[in-house]
Each structure stands twice: as C-alpha cells, then as structure tokens.
C-alpha cells in the first residue's frame, strides 16, 4: 500500500494483513488513518456481520540491539488498548470507517476485525500521525490504570509460557531451539526469579554461550502480572527438576 494517502508517491507508510487460506476475501488496496478514524478501501464490496475485536497500539525504540519492547505514547511500558466507538461500511460497500478515541504517532498499530464471518489481523504502521502534545501526554498517563498485582500464579503462568509463544523457542528439557533449553538452568543464581525475570524484559544484558541475540524483550509486551506468573511457574519447573 502506497501511502495513507493515495495521491501521493511518497511512501507514508505499510500495512500488513493475514488472511486466512479457507475463505476468500479481498484484502485492502488502501488504507487512510487521522486522529479519530481509520477508513480502509476494499477491491470489491465487503457484507456484514462486521465486528471489530480489538484495537491496540504502542512504539518501540530503535537500537543496535535485537528485539524492543513495547511503549505507550507517554514513554511507559505497554500498549494502548483503544475504544472504536462506530464501525460503518460506506460507499457502495467498499469502504469501512472506524471511529475512534485519539490515535497518535505509534510504530505499530494492531487491528483484529471480523467481516462478513472472516477474521482478520491487520498490522499498520502509524508514523505519519502527530506525536500527542504535553497537554495530552499527562492526560494519557492520567488515563492509566495501574494493575493490581498478586503473587505469582504457576497454572496461568504455563499457559502464557504457550499462548506468548516462550515455548516455541525455549524447550524445557533440552531440545535446542532457537533459544537455550530451560534445563540448562542448573545454578541457584540462575533459578533466581529476579534473574529469570531480568531475562525476560531484559534478555540481552546475559546472552548463554552459544547463543546468539535472537530474544525480543518482553517490556511492556507483557503485563506485570503475567511475568509474575511465567517467573513462578519456571521457578516451579526449575525447583521440580533439581530436587529429582
């Protein structure tokens, strides 16, 4: 997609849309974002049922280093989960509008829609928009909940250790994957649950010999809660393991 705005020549910015492979639906040929509306342009008529399943946005800091974690549009770690207030299909059925709280500048911006009983993912890149003033800058943090946090919980965090994709890359006892197997883990330093935790927001302060610099950090990716739970439920693993 050539731009946000189709007269230009200049790139603005991407758009990446997965579609699923057992139905037929013509993605978006554009696609044009403001402060309170995102409008797509379909190929050929969409039909309802239309729902939108969420809508999230953050940043990332570029570096030489592998792997950002995720910001909010005040600096802080997380991802803004946005309110669409209307979803409409307009002209002649090609076009869809979504009406939405203030978007700002965000690196990423992720929107899961359900058309016509088809779901889709589409991954925009929202660099075009204005970064929000200071005004509004203290009015976002302002905005912010801040998360009650309990002990970490084991049964929940192996199931975020699958559903956040931890395992795909880290097997639990020694397959080599991407990253090393957790059975690797063997001193008490390294069972530590600070240490674990560290590597998960931080994974390249420690890199494990014969590994390279290939693990996102997690900042911000994932909430308080849910490294609480992953740490507890390795600690739970770990401890098992060497008592055996």
């Not at 049922?49 to 999230?56: C, G, R, S």
């Not at 803004?80 to 009406?99: F, R």
């Not at 905005?143 to 097997?171: D, M, P, T, V």
Request: glycine fraction near 6%; proline fraction near 5%.
């Amino acid at each position: 997609i050539s731009g946000y705005r189709p007269t230009t020549p200049q790139t603005m910015g991407l758009c990446s849309v997965s579609l699923p492979k057992s139905k037929n639906i013509n993605p978006p040929v554009s696609v044009n974002l403001s402060k309170n509306e995102i409008q797509f342009t379909f190929a050929t008529a969409i039909k309802e049922p239309l729902k939108v399943n969420y809508l999230k946005a953050w940043n990332v800091k570029k570096s030489k280093a592998y792997g950002s974690g995720h910001f909010r549009w005040d600096g802080e770690p997380g991802e803004h989960d946005l309110k669409v207030s209307q979803a409409s299909i307009l002209e002649g059925n090609k076009s869809l509008s979504l009406k939405t709280e203030s978007l700002f500048r965000s690196n990423v911006m992720e929107l899961s829609l359900t058309v016509d009983g088809v779901d889709l993912e589409i991954y925009l890149n929202a660099e075009d928009l204005a970064e929000p003033t200071e005004a509004e800058i203290t009015l976002i943090k302002n905005q912010k909940k801040a998360e009650k946090l309990i002990e970490g919980r084991s049964k929940e965090g192996a199931e975020s250790f699958k559903l956040k994709g931890c395992i795909s890359c880290h097997s639990l006892e020694g397959e080599k994957l991407t990253g090393p197997p957790l059975n690797l883990l063997k001193s008490n330093r390294k069972a530590d649950q600070a240490y674990l935790k560290e590597s998960i927001l931080f994974p390249n302060r420690i890199i494990a010999s014969g590994y390279q610099a290939a693990m996102p950090s997690y900042r911000g990716v994932l909430t308080d809660q849910e490294v609480a739970d992953i740490v507890a439920y390795l600690s739970q693993f770990l401890n098992r393991r060497h008592r055996k």
